[in-house]
Structures are given as C-alpha cells and as structure tokens.
C-alpha cells in the first residue's frame, strides 16, 4: 500500500531564518507531488506541484521554492521566513493529474 | 476569484440527524468534485466524490448530489455521529486537472 510521510509535525521558527519540509511517498511510482497551505481561516490553497523529478510548477508567486530531487520526493524550502509563511503544510500525491489525492499529516509551521 | 465557495463556515447538528454540507463553484467546466474531512493537525482524507456525469453517489452513511445547472454540489451524512465532527473540504478539478479547495466548513456532532 501506498504511504506518505512528512516531517516535522511542528516547527517554530525565527523570522529570517531558512526552512526545510520534507515529504517522501512509498508505495508507488511516479506520483503527482504537491504542496499546499492552509493558513488561518482560509481554504487549501496550492503552491506546487510536480509531474516529475525536476519538474516543478509553481502556483503563487511566493518566498518559497520547491524541489523534487528523487522521484517520491518532495521539499519545501525558504531563504528566509517570512511573518506571513506561518500555516499549516500540507504534501499531497495524487496518481495522475486531477485525481484524488492523498495527503501527508501536515507541518504546522509558526513564524515568530 | 474563489471557483469553490462553501458560504457556511460552520455547522452544528444532534447526533443521528442529517447533516447538510454544502458548496457553491462558478467554473462550467470543472467535471469531476470530491470532499475531503480534515480533523485538526491531520492532513485531509477523501470521503466521496462524483463525476459531472452524474448527480448522486453514495458511500454508506455519505451521499453526494450534484445539481449542475445551479453549480451546487452537497454531502449528506445520515446519520451523523459525533466521530464525524471535522472540517470537510469540497473541491473541483479544472480543464487544467488541478483541484481547487473551498475554505472548509466546521461540523460539530453533538450527543
């Protein structure tokens, strides 16, 4: 069966400071990688995806960047925090484009 | 511009009533939606979803209608338990295949 796995749970970081997020998939090959943000009060909001190692599509012009450096896997990443990055991130991985998606138990990130 | 409203923040019903999730989209050529419950630090699961081609599906206790010409999808839970108070998510898949999410809307179960 299929799993995925993402880390940290929580994170508290300083303003200006770097960020990591990792997200890894098992199970499959090839997946459709995404990752999304929920912040407070508002909907699941999308800031990349990738159809496959290298390929990344970026949705809203940010502070982040992402990066898909082996095939089931997915990194979030930041030079330097912003007060507004604060959210909860989510990694998703979907079969194929539009299909259902399976998602990752999330990273509350507080940017202080 | 938000495609996916779900105009109900919150929902508060008693335990084995109905309860009525509902979402609202303005993209004529979404084609396929879905709904996701989220319970809070946990990441979405899917729940039911259903084609543009058709206008109900049903999983257990989980119903989907689709009303296309009001642009109107909802989820009915019959009956609800207090396990099922969560966020629930709708969302649409676009011509481009990208799901776009509605805020959420909060529903408490109570005893």
């Known amino acids: 069966s299929q799993t995925i796995h993402q880390w940290p749970a929580t994170l508290v970081q300083p303003v200006g400071s770097p960020l990591s997020l990792e997200c890894t998939v098992e199970g499959t090959s090839n997946p459709n990688l995404y990752w999304y943000r929920q912040a407070a009060g508002r909907g699941l909001q999308l800031l990349f995806y990738s159809v496959g190692i290298g390929q990344i599509s970026s949705e809203v012009p940010q502070n982040l960047s992402a990066s898909r450096p082996q095939d089931r896997q997915f990194i979030l990443s930041s030079k330097k925090l912003l007060l507004s990055d604060s959210g909860f991130y989510l990694c998703a991985w979907g079969r194929s484009p539009g299909e259902k998606l399976f998602f990752g138990s999330g990273t509350q990130l507080s940017v202080l | 511009d938000q495609q996916v409203k779900q105009n109900s923040p919150s929902l508060s019903v008693q335990e084995g009533r109905i309860s009525i999730l509902n979402c609202d989209y303005t993209?004529?050529?979404?084609?396929?939606f879905l709904w996701y419950k989220k319970y809070p630090a946990e990441g979405p699961t899917f729940l039911i979803s259903i084609s543009s081609i058709k206008d109900k599906n049903e999983d257990g206790r989980f119903t989907v209608f689709l009303n296309k010409s009001a642009k109107h999808l909802s989820l009915h839970i019959v009956p609800s338990q207090p396990g099922d108070s969560a966020v629930y998510f709708c969302?649409?898949?676009?011509?481009?295949?990208?799901?776009?999410f509605g805020k959420g809307t909060l529903l408490t179960v109570n005893p």
């Open positions: 969302a649409a898949r676009g011509s481009n295949y990208k799901l776009t």
């Open positions: 993209n004529s050529m979404f084609d396929y």
